[in-house]
């Protein structure tokens, strides 16, 4: 079974300033997928960031990116410079491709202030 | 090109009542999903379709939930009668993976339904 852990249900960071949320996993797999969504108020859900389990080299997105240690099973998402709009609801999320077993699992979310 | 799109967007029930959620996935994508979010706890896989047949469903909490994809287009979750616990969040996602490459699933913006 899939496990994935956020342990900060808030966070706050100052405008413009850098942030890290943390996001720790459990599987058994070998071949997964890792993944942060943001959910600003009142909208919907989209993805920020992907990584492949495979692959070594940390995932970027512009002002974000992820420091992912494969063998601590730990996943934190860093957003340099914040800004306004990045005020949103975090969700970590881990995702393994079994034919008949594909779905993510979510952490309990991180929600983020932006203090201008 | 239009989102996944949910409805109504807010639901308020009294116990033991039946509600119907809607989800219309984006045009052309084959995989629907439903997820559920309790408050202030971890998003939840409920279901996953492939067009028409339900290819992962391990994730229904019991027999009062009733999903089904209409030709492989539109999907509804029922619930009757519906209980206190079934107060959350219903999310619904899509997803196109013609040859069973990881796709990404595009979230609509979920039904707060609330059992009083």
């Known amino acids: 079974a899939q496990t994935v852990t956020q342990s900060q249900p808030e966070m706050s960071v100052q405008e413009a300033e850098t942030v890290t949320l943390s996001c720790t996993y459990d599987t058994s797999e070998s071949d997964y997928y890792l993944f942060w969504y943001k959910q600003p108020p009142s909208r919907q859900m989209i993805l920020v960031i992907r990584q492949e389990a495979y692959k070594q080299q940390n995932a970027t997105e512009n002002r974000f990116s992820v420091n992912f240690q494969k063998a601590a099973k730990s996943f934190s998402l860093k957003i340099s410079d914040s800004q306004l709009g990045d005020a949103a609801m975090y969700f970590c999320a881990s995702f393994i491709s079994n034919f008949g077993n594909e779905k993510l699992t979510f952490g309990t979310g991180t929600r983020l202030t932006i203090i201008p | 090109e239009a989102g996944v799109t949910q409805f109504p967007s807010h639901s308020v029930i009294e116990k033991g009542q039946t509600v119907t959620l809607r989800c219309d996935p984006i045009s052309g994508h084959d995989n629907l999903y439903w997820y559920r979010r309790v408050m202030g706890k971890e998003i939840k896989f409920l279901l996953h379709f492939v067009k028409e047949s339900k290819q992962d469903e391990s994730g229904m909490p019991n027999n009062r939930f009733l999903a089904e994809r209409t030709g492989g287009t539109y999907s509804t979750l029922k619930v009757q009668p519906a209980e206190l616990e079934d107060s959350g969040v219903y999310f619904c996602?899509?997803?196109?993976?013609?040859?069973?490459?990881?796709?990404?699933?595009?979230f609509g913006p979920g039904t707060r339904l609330t059992v009083t």
């Open positions: 996602a899509s997803s196109q993976a013609p040859d069973r490459i990881l796709s990404e699933q595009y």
